[in-house]
């Protein structure tokens, strides 16, 4: 692919808040962003130069919207592997269909993860009730069932401490393709934000330390509590996995910490929350390189010049923006009409010099 | 005024690289940006929420433009305060009329220096050829012939160096009201950006050293040659001038650094492109401090966190983004489809460990 120049069209699917933010960063490359949403008051909407509001599954408003656009990625590893099939018959998409079907179903990317002779918590495939109580009889207590596909923020996902716990969990579910992992009793939890261009360049930014309640992450800190061979280790292991998908675009990497190793608790293959404060702490952000990386531009370097605090803002916690504007952070807020409990409104991230 | 919350609206007067920028940073802060601009492929169009394209004396679409906004802003000196006057019937418009008219008349301007007791070159009124000669007779050679309105970058500007040309200067320029200005001797150019709240707070950036090159800006570079004392000094001066205007929004005061003095040579009331260093070296950029304070929100912390060079791109120079961007800076391309000499196309911004 030739790169996308500045003036060209960058298609984002979704328009949350990292669609948002992708816009934002977009633009400052002097690129356009084309958001496709099937929500009316997408908060991307407001930033993008073109919008198309219509649902994952609209063939021919999907043909109209990849020939507007230049390159096209998305801000969420959920969309229809279909959708992505038909705007890629005529446009490149990164990250690829390929990278999709994996990371969208939990027993692939363990898999995957597990091929790479990267190290993840024991697992075990379950269709079906008979598997559910095979599988505990393997992993034991305590473990942790999750459904295969469409998890996130801890939604379907239920701990197990018996057999029977296994076998209604996956009834509760729906009965839908699951697996029970080994529970983990980490030390703490990190992640590896990094990107992969077009010809294979690599550029990993230092993994924050994540701080999690209700699965839902409330705080990344940079530098985190890990050793450099550590944080040397976890590019290491987001380098590996890149390498191995081909990978075009920002992609995440969840881990967990034990005292002896670092093992890969998931793969998300796009923008994370936990590299919100590149915004600040770097000169070009995860937002920026994933634009870079999509339009076939030169990743950017991923040094960060500070330490930081990021704090997500979560349900009402955004309605103090007066406070949290003099509060001496960057305050992002998101732009979304309503405030629910558990939805993320924005985030704020204090600097400190730089310590380590 | 009560503070625009996040979800409002902002009205930006003009679609140039400053609204653009200005858009991107309300966006930050979950606000919604309305961008009236005459200029069909305005590069702010491109970010903002909602545009609207009409001339800046088209009564009934700045009527309208109004009643869509909850506060409103503009990224040029010279809008016409005919306009501001229109928006100003039914909404808040920060900076206000009056610091226009002074602004935008040269005379008035270094008047109104004067009359705070701040330095500025010697100055003196020219409306006829008979002021000409007069004027130069008082100021003497070397010295400087300035148009009292609409000048930026050096255009209707003139060196003088014998009656006769003030005279002949005055006539070329059609004969409108003129100044002449005695030369500076400057050892350098500096300047101070600093936004005053509706609430009479105050926030100075450190002041930038200043590099220009056929009369526009080409490279601003913080920390500058000033001494601590003397960037005490330009901060207090521009304290002064926002005190006085009851100023709300970002300021910029041009500086002629001499042995001596600092000498005021312009006021820019509005966010200036000696401050685009502050996008990576602050939290807090220049753009989302002026829109913090025309929203009614507390103003950010200006400390910076890292030395800074801004290099501008004018012209052709935008044309190597594949080389600026892999060069390790911040790099902004404006989304100006033509690159034309002396246009500005965009910016890059390098940071340093902050040293001073």
């Known amino acids: 692919m030739n790169a996308v120049p500045p003036g060209g069209t960058i298609g984002i699917l979704g328009g949350g808040q990292l669609g948002r933010m992708l816009a934002l960063a977009a633009a400052r490359l002097g690129l356009k962003t084309h958001i496709y949403s099937p929500e009316t008051d997408a ?21 109209a919207f990849a020939a507007a656009c230049d390159a096209v990625t998305f801000e969420f590893e ?19 269909a390929a990278t999709l079907a994996i990371t969208q179903d939990r027993l692939q990317e363990k898999g995957f993860v597990a091929k790479l002779d990267l190290g993840t918590a024991p697992f075990w495939n379950i269709e079906s009730s008979y598997d559910a109580r095979n599988a505990f009889a393997n992993i034991g207590a305590p473990s942790v069932l999750k459904t295969r596909r469409m998890g996130y923020d801890g939604k379907g996902q239920m701990k197990i401490s018996a057999a029977e716990d296994a076998v209604r969990g996956f ?39 994540n701080v999690h309640r209700d699965h839902i992450l409330r705080r990344s800190i940079v530098p985190s509590r890990l050793t450099e061979a550590q944080a040397d280790e976890a590019k290491a292991i987001a ?6 998908l081909d990978y075009v675009g920002v992609l995440a990497v969840e881990l967990f910490v034990t005292k002896d190793a670092l093992l890969v608790n998931e793969i998300a293959p796009r923008v994370h929350n936990s590299g919100h404060w590149t915004i600040e702490a770097c000169v070009v952000s995860q937002f920026e390189q994933h634009i870079r990386a999509v339009a076939g531009w030169p990743l ?40 629910r409990p558990g939805r993320k409104m924005g985030h704020v991230t204090y600097l400190r010099p730089k310590s380590a």
């Open 43 to 63: 908060p991307a909407f407001q930033v993008s130069s073109a919008r198309t509001c219509a649902s994952f599954d609209d063939k021919s408003a999907l043909e």
């Open 78 to 96: 959920n969309v229809p592997t279909r959708t992505v099939d038909i705007i890629s018959a005529s446009r490149p998409v990164f990250p690829s």
């Open 171 to 209: 009834k509760d579910f729906g009965s839908v393709p699951c697996i029970l992992e080994g529970f983990v009793d980490f030390a703490f939890e990190a992640s590896v934000v990094a990107a992969r261009g077009i010809d294979g360049a690599f550029a990993a930014y230092d993994p924050p330390e």
């Open 239 to 244: 380098k590996k996995i890149a390498d191995a």
């Open 300 to 339: 950017g370097d991923p040094a960060r010049h500070s330490d930081a605090v990021m704090d997500n803002l979560i349900g009402a916690e955004a309605d103090d923006w007066r406070g949290l504007a003099a509060g001496g952070g960057g305050l992002h807020l998101y732009g979304k009409s309503e405030s």
